[in-house]
């Protein structure tokens, strides 16, 4: 351990001490979600699962509530419910890192955690510089740098960021967000033997390539996996336009489908189709199990969108971590699922077999408070259908164009409203909503369509109200939640 990695290291600790008991009163602390205990979090990093232990590493500022010289916070669980956040994993303390240990991704080797990540650095004209590094640990709690692996190729600028490793064959493969100097967002592909030592394939994706056309000027957190017979690419390119519906946050977050062939370094691919359509949505990351699930984990936040405008600011903190999914392909898309390990926080089951509302709004028996988990299935929606969800947020559905669409106040103007849409293409059958103190995560007809999103009632507001015009007819089940456990 470096003096200056010894310094970073107090000056955190001492920053959460002095705003612990300010953070934890604050009644939009979420209860099943990973918060920083202080400042800033964003991108989930280093997602991997190693001797039977699942590891969520997470960007942090620990100094303030806004982006600057990110450290790697880390949790660890056997089954996503307990938790322990353990010692800080990396701090920015050397010459490669010292603006920031910006995101990247971890693997198992010769039964090392390996991480991948990358340092930002400003030199002293200004500039901004990245490195792809590398630091290894034999405990999963302690690591060691070993410095930058991959520099700026010719070409490109120093928006460089967010490797995403992983292993086919004897090769190692590793992907990382890049920017030519036409401004055009790519994916670069790289090769290695040895994690050490890696070649330049080329650009496998990015505005400009594979018949995309122009789309976006950098392309941020990539992630490359199989998923059945199909090649995905996560990637949340920057620069896109709002086109309707689509692309309505500052920046997105999505993939494309096709078939990789990594040593031509070419990806044929479809569309770009969204992840998420909520309001807080961005950098997601998954990784595959012990059990050969592939678990993505998001972060319920967005860069430059109105953060600063986060109640929860004024309390020292701000954003938070996604739910872990399960995802899986239905031949033509991807489904996301809440890992079945959450259903360990139900306390109480409340079931309504049958519900009819007709031309009416009204609560149901039991049906309110948070947390809690609902899920609904319906077998008729005659017009209209929506859940107002404390006096807040609004998620309603129209059969005759198929929208649903989301609605809250704006964050700096709360007399205003504003809408995130979406068209259901085969009617409205299943809601399965996961709603904490100040998130809610919408899950819709198993996973097809999500919508994820921050929400700041009033704290004393826990009522659920249905609302239908013409006839619905649904079931629901509702569990009240304790929680994550988290030493």
Not at 131 to 151: N, R
Not at 330 to 342: A, C, N, R, T, Y
Request: a negative charge.
């Amino acid at each position: 351990m470096s003096k200056r990695d010894e310094q970073l290291r107090e000056a955190a600790a001492v920053e959460v001490e002095k705003h612990r008991e300010q953070v934890e009163a604050d009644p939009y602390r979420l209860s099943f979600h990973h918060m920083p205990p202080v400042g800033l979090m964003n991108d989930p990093n280093g997602l991997v699962q190693w001797k039977g232990e699942y590891h969520l590493f997470y960007q942090w500022m620990p100094f303030k509530t806004d982006h600057g010289e990110k450290f790697w916070g880390h949790y660890i669980s056997e089954d996503f419910v307990n938790w322990r956040h353990e010692r800080i994993a990396l701090t920015p303390s050397e010459w490669y890192d010292k603006d920031g240990c910006y995101s990247g991704s971890a693997i198992i080797h010769e039964d090392q955690l390996y991480l991948f990540y990358t340092g930002n650095v400003f030199n002293e004209e200004g500039e901004q510089e990245e490195y792809q590094c590398v630091a290894t640990s034999k405990d999963g709690l302690h690591f060691e740098k070993k410095g930058p692996v991959i520099y700026v190729p010719e070409g490109y600028t120093s928006n460089f960021r967010d490797p995403k490793v992983w292993k086919k064959g004897e090769k190692w493969y590793l992907v990382v967000g890049a920017q030519n100097q036409h401004e055009q967002g790519k994916v670069l592909l790289y090769r290695s033997s040895n994690l050490l030592d890696w070649e330049l394939l080329g650009p496998v994706a990015g505005s400009n390539e594979n018949r995309l056309g122009d789309f976006g000027y950098m392309w941020e957190c990539p992630d490359l996996f199989q998923l059945h017979d199909q090649d995905i690419l996560i990637v949340s390119p920057q620069g896109l336009q709002p086109d309707g519906m689509k692309y309505n946050n500052t920046y997105q977050s999505g993939y494309f489908a096709g078939q990789l062939a990594a040593e031509d370094c070419s990806l044929e691919h479809g569309v770009f189709h969204e992840l998420d359509r909520g309001f807080e949505f961005y950098a997601p990351q998954t990784f595959l199990d012990e059990k050969g699930r592939r678990i993505l984990y998001g972060w319920m936040g967005v860069p430059e969108q109105n953060e600063q405008s986060h109640p929860t600011v004024s309390q020292k903190w701000i954003h938070a971590l996604t739910v872990p999914r399960v995802l899986d392909w239905d031949g033509s898309q991807i489904l996301q699922q809440p890992v079945p390990e959450l259903a360990e926080m139900r306390e109480a089951v409340l079931l309504h077999s049958e519900i009819t509302i007709t031309n009416d709004q009204k609560a149901v028996r039991g049906v309110e408070g948070k947390p809690v988990e609902l899920r609904m299935e319906f077998e008729e929606v005659e017009d209209q259908f929506a859940l107002e969800i404390f006096h807040y947020v609004s998620f309603s559905y129209k059969k005759s164009d198929g929208v649903l669409t989301l609605s809250r106040p704006q964050f700096e103007d709360k007399s205003q409203t504003e809408f995130r849409r979406t068209v259901l293409q085969e009617g409205l059958k299943e809601l399965h909503l996961f709603i904490d103190h100040s998130s809610i995560e919408i899950f819709v007809n198993g996973g097809k369509e999500v919508f994820t999103s921050r929400i700041f009632p009033q704290t004393e507001d826990d009522d659920i109200l249905f609302t239908s015009l013409g006839t619905s007819t649904f079931s629901i089940e509702k569990w009240k939640l304790s929680g994550y456990n988290i030493l």
